[in-house]
């Protein structure tokens, strides 16, 4: 069975701060991809970023970077400078098989607030 | 935009009724994923359609039930609603990337059962 752990129930930082939401992730596949979501308080669920198992390059995409370290089943997420509109709750995710499908498991979310 | 549309976006209901939930999928997708966010279980898998056919079945209640079409649109049937149901349900699908379990994600349909 999969599990995705977000440690982190709720952040609160101040504008211009950098913040890391952690996750990590358990699966016995040795073909996985991971993913980071966003909800912003409208509700719907923004796709950031996939990565798969065998990509342990780090990314960097504008004021988001994600650090993949198998080593330690961690995905963790940075944001640079954190602005008011990042406010969201930020899902972490894990695809691997079940059965004969793919399923995604979701962690727990976690609550960022930026303030101004 | 993802491309997948649910409806209705809100839904307001009292216990012991039945609600039905619609899904478009993107353009070419195959398969229809629903899930459930609640409160205080975060999103929950429920079930997987691909093709007009079950595919995987999570936490689904046998109160509820889903269903593909040949035009391959869903439909999440809620039955006998409880208070506990009062959720966002979400739609999403998947085709090319299916490999890899990406979902894009419809809006979601709020149900609130009073």
């Known amino acids: 069975a999969q599990k995705v752990t977000q440690a982190q129930t709720e952040i609160s930082v101040v504008e211009k701060e950098d913040v890391t939401l952690d996750c990590v992730y358990e699966t016995r596949d040795t073909t996985y991809y991971l993913f980071w979501y966003k909800q912003p308080p409208s509700g719907e669920l923004v796709f950031l970023i996939r990565r798969n198992s065998f990509d342990e390059q780090n990314e960097i995409s504008g004021r988001y970077s994600w650090n993949f370290q198998k080593s330690t089943s961690s995905f963790n997420f940075t944001i640079t400078a954190s602005q008011v509109v990042d406010s969201a709750v930020y899902f972490c995710a894990l695809s691997s098989f079940s059965g004969s499908a793919r399923q995604l498991t979701f962690g727990s979310g976690t609550q960022l607030t930026v303030l101004p | 935009d993802s491309g997948v549309t649910q409806t209705p976006k809100h839904l307001i209901t009292a216990t012991g009724q039945r609600v039905t939930l619609r899904c478009s999928p993107r353009?070419?997708?195959?398969?229809v994923y629903w899930y459930q966010q609640s409160l205080d279980q975060g999103l929950q898998f429920l079930i997987q359609y691909y093709n007009g056919e079950e595919r995987a079945k999570g936490n689904i209640l046998e109160r509820f039930s889903a269903q593909q079409f040949p035009d391959l649109h869903s439909e999440l049937n809620l039955s006998s609603l409880e208070l506990g149901d009062s959720a966002l349900y979400f739609c999403?699908?998947?085709?090319?990337?299916?490999?890899?379990?990406?979902?894009?994600f419809g809006e979601g349909s709020r149900l609130t059962v009073l």
């Open positions: 353009s070419g997708d195959l398969s």
């Open positions: 999403a699908s998947s085709g090319q990337a299916a490999n890899t379990g990406e979902l894009f």
